[in-house]
T-cell receptor, first 111, second 116 residues
Framework: RKEVEQDPGPFNVPEGATVAFNCTYS??????FFWYRQDCRKEPKLLMS???SGNEDGRFTAQLNRASQYISLLIRDSKLSDSATYLC????????????FGSGTRLLVRP | ETGVTQTPRHLVMGMTNKKSLKCEQH?????MYWYKQSAKKPLELMFV???????ENNSVPSRFSPECPNSSHLFLHLHTLQPEDSALYLC???????????????FGQGTRLTVV
């Protein structure tokens, strides 16, 4: 089983739609969770951290479900500029800090 | 200059060449990473340096050799690479807080490597 698993998509949605991505992780001891965004041929950039209580940043909402070991990202009122690959990131809990990336979910927002 | 800077941005090398990738971070972080991203594949963690000590090597071939002279600089020395090593090589840094905890990672723009 992969440490971090995501549906690769692509999710093809119209502008203004609401879209949700899920990500599952295998290490129940993981403590740090993030969503990153990666545009084509660019480096990944932090979109938002994911906190236990859930958090919201404008049109983006992230949730953590420790019992089921998944995190989610909800995007409301999709914009054309939201088209990108969204990467789920979890830290591997051992003696040192390592961030493990999922393979990403591709989002295409059409006019 | 701020953030994480990588040079060169693009590199074409022959299989018999020796080259080095350079990364510099200006964020005061204590951990640095090399990731490899091949076409249509997820980011693969290659090396982790925490407090200038290498703590991870995910069975990366010996033709890749990392060097971390201080907490702000990271190198990846390349020699006798294969065409399948062509990929985007990304450097990142973060702040490790101990006991497996830490912050988000910030990435450089990457070096796009082509091995011919």
């Amino acid at each position: 089983r992969k440490e971090v698993e995501q549906d690769p998509g692509p999710f093809n949605v119209p502008e203004g739609a609401t879209v949700a991505f899920n990500c599952t992780y295998s290490n129940s001891a993981s403590q740090s969770f993030f969503w990153y965004r990666q545009d084509c041929r660019k480096e990944p950039k932090l979109l938002m951290s994911v906190y236990s209580s859930g958090n919201e940043d404008g049109r983006f909402t992230a949730q953590l479900n420790r019992a089921s070991q998944y995190i989610s990202l909800l995007i409301r009122d999709s914009k054309l500029s939201d088209s990108a690959t969204y990467l789920c990131v979890v830290n591997r809990m051992d003696s040192s800090y390592k961030l493990i990336f999922g393979s990403g979910t591709r989002l295409l927002v059409r006019p | 200059e701020t953030g994480v800077t990588q040079t060169p941005r693009h590199l074409v090398m022959g299989m018999t060449n020796k080259k080095s990738l350079k990364c510099e971070q200006h964020l005061g972080h204590n951990a640095m990473y090399w990731y490899k991203q091949s076409a249509k594949k997820p980011l693969e963690l290659m090396f982790v340096y925490s407090l200038e000590e290498r703590v991870e090597n995910n069975s990366v071939p010996s033709r890749f050799s990392p060097e971390c002279p201080n907490s702000s600089h990271l190198f990846l020395h390349l020699h006798t690479l294969q065409p399948e090593d062509s990929a985007l090589y990304l450097c990142a840094s973060s702040q490790e807080g101990g006991r497996g905890l830490g912050t988000e990672a910030f990435f450089g723009q990457g070096t796009r490597l082509t091995v011919v």
